[in-house]
Nanobody
Framework: QVQLVESGGGLVQAGGSLRLSCAAS????????MGWFRQAPGKEREIVAT????????LYADSVKGRFTISRDNTKNTVYLQMNSLIPEDTAVYYC?????????????????WGQGTQVTVSS
């Protein structure tokens, strides 16, 4: 089992940057695929980016490609989401999640463990 705690959210102007972090408990962090998801008010939770166990493979939602970067440090049990060129449409609660299947997956239902979320608000 793994517990996840996100940090780094906040209020930023359009065009600005934020870096989200997700710290995981436990000694098996490197065996989980990690994902970042977001949920805006009135909308379904959606994938933002996912990263393989080693960090060698990543996938991004089309809406964030070229602006966001997911990375992980298995020595620190932490996954990051660097968000640049933010736009108001990026406003949402951002969640990190862990999937023990070993596959690079993007579906919400594939992820067993979730953090509590961190709010990101982008003003125009």
């Amino acid at each position: 089992q793994v517990q996840l705690v996100e940090s780094g959210g906040g209020l930023v102007q359009a065009g600005g940057s934020l870096r989200l972090s997700c710290a995981a408990s436990g000694r098996t962090f490197s065996t989980y695929t990690m994902g970042w998801f977001r949920q805006a008010p009135g909308k379904e939770r959606e994938i933002v980016a996912t990263i393989s166990m080693s960090g060698a493979r990543t996938l991004y939602a089309d809406s964030v490609k070229g602006r966001f970067t997911i990375s992980r440090d298995n020595t620190k049990n932490t996954v990051y989401l660097q968000m640049n060129s933010l736009i108001p449409e990026d406003t949402a609660v951002y969640y990190c999640a862990a999937d023990s299947s070993g596959r690079l997956t993007t579906g919400v239902l594939n992820y067993e463990y979730w953090g509590q979320g961190t709010q990101v608000t982008v003003s125009s």
